[in-house]
């Protein structure tokens, strides 16, 4: 038998239907469900007389609007009225619910993985693009518009044209205090916005052999910002492990069946991709964005680059109007570009490895006094494991405001806004324009890096703080 | 979902790339839950000064583009997010086809199953219609059935589209009951294969 990437093994056991000149149609294993895109599909459900085909395998949380401090006293009216109507449309449908009082609750692309729903071979989908999280685990996952929501939700499947394969291989060693956050930002930077769209990403190689399935999933969670159709990882003993004991995770016996099963997914030796990439790891350094997409990145120890530095009017065009929005000048070294806001959260960047990574630069020094810096764990559960360590303790010495879970300052749909004009340094996935807050000026960095510019009040290389004595 | 079959209108450039959905509809307008009423925030941040004060510089707001159906934009178009409120924002605002380079995938699929035609033209070709669409009143004729994109001058392209999704989008049809006519089909495959 011809060898096979786990993408086509994957698409091969899904498909429904496949008729000649179509797209073909794909059953879902998994749909996730969150309040902002999801009232629109129920009620056209309710419009056209139809109910949720698989209840059992659908799951609904809210994350978006979700507030932070004070978190059951939600003082927009139209966010709590959103709230309010994914409970009433779960209770009406049957669907499982993981609501503010759930100690479960979590930003979705958390608490998936985090819960054991999340398995290998699964096809995941959710009305949200960083969807792509859960391929991490060797799944499908990929984000869905409201229409393809509703459509799910009525037959449990979707009619997709077969998207091409890209190998991502990343090989060779990363220098100490070089994140999984900064190989996918340097991946972008040097392929582009573009790079993914139409195709389903691999990343294959010894870089991501050697990382935890949180690395893999802030990887995987990225793929959309390259507009790849989804990103996955081949799993492993490393993925098996994780889930191992999870809530919705096989028990017993049958894991191990499920473990000798999903091991069969990986891809083949020899299996042939349409495209291949490779990235040597030795060449990245941390990462800070100095533009309105994850694209314009540059390594922290480099200046803001001119727009003339680019080969094409559109891009030139595209550089000046970043670089006016972002209120930054050509050729200033992007470590004397002082910040006023910190946040660590994200669906990127939110869980407990990520958190201990910052915590660990933080402690035993003060957030600078200039900065207000935040911490939102990615899950409830995330922030009572945090807790037990005493991580909570260590960000509040410093002077970190310690939240409850959700999506917080990534999008701004809830109270933690980023005012106009005002410069972030962000743990999450997107620094367009406005993403934060109408005129907020998004530098997207890791978790460490976003740590030493709170202590420091400015992008920081976290390698040098890291050589430094810790005063106190 | 209104059929699109051949559609004839004013064409305005946004001679912008990667323009992401965030731009389109601002997060703050996501929290209706009806599909309608998204078009008075279309672009917002880009449309307006401050509210009410519209931007006079931004492309949309220009006379000759203000009562545009065709929209011509640069390439990765609708990039980021997955909102769907994208595409609504775009049809309530009047757009009915897109005409692009490129477009991010998970857009491009929201577009047709909401009666926005989204057509994919070589970059030469979207250059030239951008500059034929500045600074004047400038009409294209999208023609579903031909593939073809012309306009009164002697321009003329063609574009490639999914024969499926054209089906759809000439008939308007509701894709959910296009579906449920393989219930058979789908309860098969859930038989050989439980969850």
């Known amino acids: 038998m011809a060898p096979k990437t786990i993408f086509e093994k994957i698409w091969e056991k899904h498909v429904v239907v496949e008729e000649e000149n179509k797209p073909a149609l794909i059953y879902i294993d998994l749909h996730l469900v969150h309040e902002v895109t999801s009232p629109q599909a129920f009620e056209g459900l309710r419009l056209n007389n139809r109910k949720v085909r698989r209840p059992d395998l659908t799951f609904a949380t809210m994350d978006h609007n979700v507030p932070t401090v004070d978190r059951f006293n939600i003082q927009d009216l139209i966010s709590k009225k959103q709230i309010d109507t994914l409970k009433k449309n779960c209770e009406e449908f049957g669907i499982p619910l993981f609501d503010l009082e759930s100690p479960e609750q979590g930003i979705v692309h958390v608490i998936g993985p985090e819960l054991g729903l999340t398995q290998p071979g699964k096809t995941i989908v959710c009305g949200d693009s960083h969807t792509s999280t859960h391929g991490?685990?060797?799944?499908?996952?990929?984000?869905?518009?409201?229409?393809?929501?509703?459509?799910?939700?009525?037959?449990?499947?979707?009619?997709?044209?077969?998207?091409?394969?890209?190998?991502?291989?990343?090989?060779?060693?990363?220098?100490?205090?070089v994140t999984a956050k900064d190989v996918i930002l340097y991946i972008i930077r040097e392929h582009g916005v573009g790079f993914g769209t139409g195709y389903v990403v691999e990343y294959t190689g010894d870089v991501i052999r050697s990382m935890s399935m949180e690395e893999r999933m802030t990887i995987c969670n990225m793929s959309i910002e390259g507009g790849a159709k989804a990103g996955l990882i081949s799993p492993d003993e490393v993925t098996f492990e994780y889930l191992k004991g999870r809530k919705f995770a096989p028990k017993g016996d049958d894991f191990d069946k499920a473990v000798e099963e999903w091991k069969k997914l990986a891809t083949d030796e020899g299996a042939v991709y349409d495209k291949t990439i490779k990235i040597d790891a030795s060449k990245i350094e941390p990462q800070v964005t100095w533009g309105t997409n994850p694209s314009m990145g540059i390594s922290v120890n480099d200046a803001v680059p001119h727009p003339d530095d680019f080969e094409t009017e559109t891009e030139r065009r595209a550089a000046r109007r970043a670089l006016e929005y972002m209120g930054l000048e050509p050729g200033t070294p992007i470590q004397d570009v002082e910040i006023q806001h910190v946040f660590i959260g994200s669906c990127t960047n939110s869980r407990l490895s990520d958190l201990r990574s910052a915590a660990e630069i933080v402690k035993g020094r003060k957030?600078?006094?200039?900065?207000?810096?935040?911490?939102?764990?990615?899950?409830?559960?995330?922030?009572?494991?945090?807790?037990?360590?005493?991580?909570?303790?260590v960000f509040?010495?410093?002077?970190?405001?310690?939240?409850?879970?959700?999506?917080?300052?990534?999008?701004?749909?809830?109270?933690?806004?980023?005012?106009?004009?005002?410069?972030?340094?962000?743990?999450?996935?997107?620094?367009?324009?406005g993403r934060q807050g109408k005129g907020a000026r998004t530098h997207l960095v890791s978790p460490a890096m976003a740590a030493a510019a709170a202590v420091t009040g400015k992008f920081t290389d976290i390698r040098k703080l890291k050589n430094e004595e810790v005063v106190s | 979902m209104e059929p699109i079959t051949v559609y004839t209108g004013k064409a305005a450039p946004l001679d912008r790339v990667n323009v992401d959905t965030d731009q389109i509809i601002p997060k703050q307008f996501l929290k209706r839950i009806e599909r309608t009423g998204f078009g008075e925030f279309l672009f917002y941040d880009w449309r307006y000064k401050a509210p009410g004060k519209l931007n006079e510089e931004f492309e949309l707001n220009q006379p000759e583009n203000r009562d545009a159906t065709i929209l011509i934009a640069g390439e990765n178009f609708g990039c980021g997010s997955s909102r769907e409120h994208a595409p609504w924002a775009l049809l309530d605002y009047g757009f009915r086809v897109i005409i692009a380079p490129s477009f991010a995938d998970i857009f491009y699929n929201n577009c047709m199953k909401n009666g926005i035609l989204p057509v994919r033209l070589a970059s030469q070709e979207v250059k030239q219609l951008m500059e034929k669409a500045a600074d004047a009143d400038y009409e294209l004729t999208v023609n579903l059935h031909e593939q073809t994109v012309k306009d009164l001058?002697?321009?003329?392209?063609?574009?490639?589209?999914?024969?499926?999704?054209?089906?759809?989008?000439?008939?308007?049809?509701?894709?959910?009951?296009?579906?449920?006519?393989?219930?058979?089909?789908?309860?098969?495959?859930?038989?050989?294969?439980?969850r």
């Open chain 1, 396 to 433: 509040k010495e410093a002077g970190f405001e310690w939240r409850d879970s959700g999506c917080s300052a990534c999008l701004g749909m809830n109270p933690d806004i980023i005012p106009e004009g005002e410069r972030c340094a962000s743990t999450s996935n997107r620094n367009f324009e």
């Open chain 1, 367 to 393: 957030v600078a006094k200039s900065v207000k810096a935040v911490v939102v764990p990615g899950s409830q559960q995330v922030k009572a494991q945090a807790e037990k360590e005493g991580l909570d303790k």
């Open chain 1, 136 to 177: 991490a685990f060797g799944t499908l996952a990929f984000g869905i518009g409201t229409s393809e929501v509703e459509h799910v939700l009525a037959t449990q499947t979707l009619w997709q044209a077969k998207p091409k394969t890209l190998n991502v291989e990343i090989n060779g060693k990363l220098s100490p205090y």
């Open chain 2, 153 to 194: 001058q002697g321009f003329s392209a063609s574009f490639d589209i999914d024969p499926h999704w054209k089906e759809m989008l000439l008939n308007g049809w509701d894709e959910i009951a296009v579906t449920l006519r393989y219930e058979e089909e789908i309860a098969a495959y859930e038989n050989q294969n439980p």
